[in-house]
């Protein structure tokens, strides 16, 4: 049986808020350890929650389980079973996305979809149905797996589309059980490399317009924003789409060996770091520097890393944020509703909110997922120092003009939503339960942030808040 | 569930009466808090703040009977507490009393009620609420400390020593809480203009309870583990602490 380990301290990426909760380890080797650990499962104590953690790389505490138990990636990592022929991958769920492109990319393989950092877990792909700069060609995580297994709190399963639990744990945030494994479709591949045109956007306006224009072109789409530039500058962005190489438009060094992949990690941030290192100033002055860098307009060649992946190589960066941390906040709103988009970032700029690079995006259309975040329109995420004053009542603002306007906030990076605006943000909410009510009925496989935002129950929404918030964007509630 | 700027969604107050307290818990249920739990002895009082908090807000407020002199059943009735609401994840210490020098120092028997409820009550329930806590694997504590505690004066000794054995055994137990997901901030007021102080004149940077309910949530959202309120209290406190008694004594307040 698996052995529960000391308790430690976990969180997200944004290392706020921290829980304490045991690991779960497990000492058998490759065959019988599922069936262990699914005997484990079905055997916790009365009261006692359970998740599965891999990478830690959501934001907030999508993966934490304070004073239960979290599944370790590391027992999860026997099977990785390539298929040139029907190219598709079998792997276990702990292997991360940077495992994988390590050992596919030289053979001609990519993922369907990669997300800004190869350092999450299939199964955190899964959990979170994530989604990469081509989502608006191509759909999110889901889109490209043809089943999985899973660990419920009542057997073992495998299951595919056909099955509503599989919508069910496709955003699901890992509360249908552990994921143990995936056959997920690959994309084939000539080179390493991504030819990549890039385009400077004056001001907000510019960059909504050349997205809607030109993403249709384009296989991978872009766009990094200064979020605290302002007046005629607001929402001044360099956009970047990509498509993957041929190898006839590689450069000579590159061409004899085309798919060549170098993923190495060139700087480690120091564990040090004041909390008010990144400030205003600082970020400000990053900004502007960024932008005046860029080029007018021009075609590059870049190597699959630099152009997906540019911040996993400085490792452990999050910690320049100090011991107080960061968070990040992603919402979407759908297409028609640019003013409100515009009226957000407006938000952040008058408040002069301290944020790197906010990415934008246009989504394609969304997954069947009930819980799954994208779906059709424009998403935005900014990296917020928690240290900023007045940041809760600024994001609860803008969370209520996001779910007025019909979109909502990704869990995978939330640390701070309130659950009275969940069901509006997520209209399939009540579907979604009661697949899981059937699947664990007891409740065992919870979140921290499942709790938070009581993912499993309902909450009524509290009048004055209510009129609190819908004061402030100049709207009658109406929820 | 805290959330990552440090605010509660379910919250026991000890000394539900308390004006910090009450201004604390008035800026909470227009967040995040969808439940109160005010505990105490005065039923008349919370019943007071029970209705101006719902008077603006659908959060829940629960009264129960707390007595921090009240020794024997401190940990089992704070443990009751937690079952009966699991969700509790913030609880602010905010019970004492300040009494009467003058009077206090002549009588025995009024010492011992002082360090009741300002120090022995405090230690065992921090000590079942710690505990409590760390079951869950998270909680925040905050415990109402004062600066009164951390020179102890000659013109209120019996309260501040009081308040300075609990302000030592929060600090200690913030540390021995690290890495148990169990977070401890202590605060330490400056004189607040409150019902506690009506009769008092009111000494240098007096602040209020909304300023101190303030300060207090910045605080834990920065996480920190110890803050003076006003902030620089912190800094005419540092001088105070190192004035030498012959001279210390001579200062009017």
Same mark, same amino acid.
């Given at each position: ?6 308790t ?38 009365n ?9 830690g ?7 934490s ?13 026997? %099977? ?115 030819? %990549? ?21 384009y296989t ?76 007018k ?6 190597s ?8 996993d ?7 320049l ?64 120092p928690?240290?900023?004053a ?20 990704y ?56 009129e609190?918030?819908?004061?402030e ?7 | ?7 509660p ?23 995040r ?43 089992p009735?704070?443990?009751?507490v ?64 004062? %600066? ?27 540390e ?78």
């Amino acid at each position: 049986m698996p052995k529960l380990e000391n308790t430690q301290l976990f969180g997200g990426w944004g290392r706020s808020p921290l829980s304490a909760s045991s690991p779960i380890r497990s000492n058998e080797d490759t065959e019988a350890k599922l069936d262990a650990i699914a005997e484990f499962v079905a055997s916790v104590p009365n009261g006692v929650k359970l998740l599965a953690r891999g990478m830690g790389r959501s934001y907030g505490d999508a993966a934490s389980c304070a004073g239960g138990y979290l599944s370790a990636r590391e027992d999860f990592l026997d %099977v990785f079973e390539f298929d040139p022929v029907k190219e598709e991958l079998r792997a276990s769920s702990g292997f991360s996305l940077d495992e994988i492109m390590r050992r596919l990319i030289p053979k001609g393989y990519f993922v369907h979809v990669t997300p800004g950092t190869r350092y999450v877990t299939l199964g955190g792909a899964i959990a979170a149905d994530i989604h990469g700069k081509n989502h608006h060609k191509d759909g999110s995580f889901i889109n490209h797996v043809k089943s999985l297994e899973l660990i419920t709190p009542m057997s073992r399963l495998e299951i595919t589309k056909a099955d509503p639990l599989f919508w069910a744990t496709a955003g699901g945030m890992g509360m249908t059980g552990i994921i143990t494994e995936a056959t997920i479709r690959l994309k084939k591949i000539q080179t390493a490399y991504i030819k %990549v045109t890039t385009q400077r956007a004056s001001n907000v306006s510019e960059t909504i317009e050349t997205m809607q224009n030109l993403d249709d072109s384009y296989t991978y789409s872009v766009a990094w924003m200064d979020s605290l530039a302002s007046g005629d500058s607001l929402g001044r962005s360099v956009i970047t789409w990509g498509e993957h190489a041929s190898e006839d438009e590689l450069e000579a060094k590159h061409a004899n060996n085309p798919l060549a992949y170098d993923p190495n990690v060139r700087l480690k941030a120091p564990d040090l770091a004041p909390s008010w290192l990144l400030n205003r100033t600082s970020i400000r002055a990053f900004n502007e520097a960024w932008y005046r860098k860029a080029p007018k307009s021009k075609v590059s060649i870049e190597s699959i890393p630099n152009y997906f992946h540019p911040l996993d190589s400085v490792s452990d960066w999050n910690r320049l944020y100090g011991r107080t941390g960061f968070l990040q906040y992603q919402f979407q709103v759908p297409f028609g509703q640019e003013d409100t988009l515009i009226s957000i970032i407006h938000k952040f700029s008058k408040n002069r909110t301290p944020s790197f690079l906010s990415v934008l995006k246009r989504f394609g259309p969304g997954s069947s997922g009930h819980l799954s975040f994208p779906q059709p329109g424009w998403t935005l995420a900014l990296d917020i120092p928690i240290r900023t004053a007045g940041l809760s009542e600024l994001l609860d603002g803008i969370d209520f003009q996001v779910a007025e306007a019909g979109g909502r906030v990704y869990f995978a990076k939330d640390s701070r939503l309130i659950p009275e605006l969940v069901p509006k943000m997520y209209p399939r909410l009540d579907e979604w339960r009661s697949v899981i009510e059937q699947n664990d009925p007891d409740g065992i496989f919870i979140s921290d942030l499942g709790k938070r935002l009581s993912l499993r129950n309902s909450v009524k929404i509290k009048a004055n808040l209510v009129e609190t918030l819908g004061a402030e964007i100049g709207k009658g509630p109406n929820l | 569930m805290i959330d990552a700027l440090g605010q509660p969604q379910c919250v026991l107050i000890i000394g539900g009466g308390s004006d910090i307290a009450s201004a604390l818990v008035d800026r909470w249920v227009d967040m995040r808090c969808q439940r109160v739990i005010l505990a105490g002895r005065s039923f008349s009082v919370m019943e007071q703040v029970q209705s101006q908090l719902q008077s603006h807000s659908a959060a829940k407020v629960e009264i129960v009977y707390l007595d921090m002199a009240d020794h024997e059943s401190l940990a089992p009735l704070t443990s009751e507490v937690f079952e009966k609401y699991p969700d509790i994840d913030m609880a602010v210490l905010a019970a004492g009393q300040l009494g009467d020098q003058a009077q206090d120092e002549r009588d025995p028997k009024r010492v011992e009620e002082m360090f009741d409820v300002n120090a022995t009550g405090p230690a065992i329930f921090l000590t079942a609420c710690a505990s409590e806590f760390r079951k869950k694997g998270t909680g925040t504590i905050v415990v109402l400390s004062s %600066v009164a505690g951390e020179r102890v004066r000659r013109s209120n000794y019996v309260y501040g020593a009081s308040k300075a054995a609990t302000d030592s055994f929060s600090l200690a137990l913030s540390e021995a809480l690290k890495g148990t997901g169990v977070n401890v901030l202590v605060v330490r007021p400056g004189f607040v203009s409150t019902k506690m102080t009506q009769h008092l004149t009111k000494a240098p940077l007096a602040t209020t309870k909304e300023r101190v309910a303030n300060d207090i949530i910045e605080a834990l959202a920065k996480k920190k583990s110890l803050i003076w309120s006003p902030k620089e209290m912190r800094w005419v406190m540092l001088v105070y602490k190192h004035i030498p008694r012959a001279i210390a004594r001579r200062i009017p307040f």
